[in-house]
């Protein structure tokens, strides 16, 4: 395991495979840029704690499971063990490598004291182009956006199509269209709770997944 602590953290070659073996829509990758502030570059990307549209449509492809301005070593003196945590397993064998990024019990960079805000998630990056965002215990992110979900990455003068909000308790089985060359994405809650992670995570309740396919 690796513990980032209060920075982030760069993966390469992350599966072992020496190619970029996860494809998701719009490429492939085989390095992460772990984001202490909520999210995970599919490629290299600059830490950014002032989320935007803007920013999530023209940067680096992201995971974002809670895009905010985080402070991953606020939390150490109530909560010990509290940080950002980095683990890859490639106990299953190739194709089948499991990265898991943990936010454990995190706090926010502009309240100072100490486990005022407590906020537990995780976003799982399999091999096989699935990824899960898992949550715990949030007692919330206040005074900004919030953001969540994926990008597929563009630039200032191309970004990638923004679809518009989604109500996900109302829409929450669909299928995007191709963007692209590299396939579309499905979308699908898991049934609750979610009571078991490996033992290279914290305990999560809620979880849903997601994952690039060829239409």
Known sequence: MYTAGEAGAQLRDVFGRGVAVFRFPGGATNKFDVD???????????????????????????????????????????????????????????GNGVTYVTWKETGQMNVVQPGANVNTFQIVIHESGMVEFR?????????????????????????????????????????????GTVGALTLAPSARPYLSVP????????????????P
């Open 36 to 94: 202490m502030n909520g999210a995970v570059f599919l490629g290299t990307g600059v830490s950014d704690s002032t989320p935007s549209i803007l920013e999530f449509r023209s940067e680096t492809a992201r995971l974002a499971a809670a895009w905010f301005d985080h402070h991953c070593g606020r939390n150490v003196t109530t909560h010990p063990g509290s940080g950002l945590y980095v683990n890859t397993d490639l106990s299953g064998g190739p």
């Open 135 to 179: 949550y715990g215990a949030m007692t919330g992110m206040r005074g900004g956006a919030v953001f969540t979900g994926f990008s597929r990455g563009g630039t200032v003068s191309a970004p990638c199509v923004d679809p518009g909000n989604r109500d996900l308790e109302v829409d929450n089985n669909f299928v995007t269209m191709r963007e």
């Open 199 to 214: 033992s290279i995570g914290p305990a999560l309740s809620q979880h849903c997944g997601a994952s690039s396919r060829d």
